[in-house]
C-alpha cells in the first residue's frame, strides 16, 4: 500500500526509459514504492468498473444548458499542439463535469502557484516558442 500522491507525470516517468520532455517530467516524483524485485502472489478481488468502457459522451445537441455550453467550448479549443488549449475554460470544464454546475469553481486557486497570472502581473509570452 502506498500513501503518496502522485500526479499525471510520475507513471510515466517511473516506467519510461525515455528522457523526460519537460521540467515537469523531469521533476516528477518516482513511484518506487509501488515497485518491488519480489513479487507477490497473494491472491486478490478485482473490481468490476463502474463506468462503461464504452461509454461516449452525448452528442452536444442532446445536451441542455451549461452542459451544452461547456462542451461547445471544449470542442472549440486546440488539443493538436501542446499547451494551447486555454488553461482556465479547460480547468472549469474539468471542474464542472466531474463536480457538477452548482459547485462553486475555486476561481482564487486557478493560475500560477494558485494566485493568477494576472495577480501576480504576468502574462503568457508566445513570442519565446
Do not use: H, I
Given at each position: 500500500m502506498a500513501s503518496t500522491?502522485?500526479?499525471?507525470?510520475?507513471?510515466?516517468?517511473?516506467?519510461s526509459a525515455l528522457?523526460?520532455?519537460?521540467?515537469?517530467?523531469?521533476?516528477?516524483?518516482?513511484?518506487?514504492?509501488?515497485?518491488?524485485?519480489?513479487?507477490?502472489?497473494?491472491?486478490?478481488?478485482?473490481?468490476a468498473n463502474r463506468i462503461a468502457l464504452d461509454e461516449m459522451n452525448p452528442p452536444?445537441?442532446?445536451?441542455?444548458?451549461?452542459?451544452?455550453?461547456?462542451a461547445r467550448k471544449s470542442l472549440a479549443m486546440?488539443?493538436?499542439q501542446a499547451d494551447e488549449a486555454d488553461e482556465d475554460t479547460l480547468n472549469r470544464i474539468l471542474w464542472y463535469s466531474t463536480r457538477g454546475v452548482n459547485a462553486p469553481y475555486p476561481a482564487q486557486l486557478a493560475g500560477a502557484h494558485?494566485?493568477?497570472?494576472?495577480?501576480?502581473?504576468?502574462?503568457?509570452?508566445?513570442?519565446?516558442e
Open positions: 500522491t502522485w500526479m499525471g507525470t510520475a507513471p510515466p516517468r517511473s516506467s528522457p523526460p520532455m519537460n521540467q515537469f517530467d523531469a521533476l516528477a516524483p518516482l513511484m518506487r514504492e509501488c515497485f518491488t524485485d519480489k513479487p507477490g502472489f497473494r491472491p486478490y478481488t478485482s473490481l452536444v445537441l442532446a445536451l441542455r444548458g451549461w452542459a451544452r455550453e461547456w486546440n488539443f493538436k494558485g494566485r493568477g497570472l494576472k495577480a501576480l502581473g504576468l502574462r503568457v509570452n508566445r513570442s519565446m
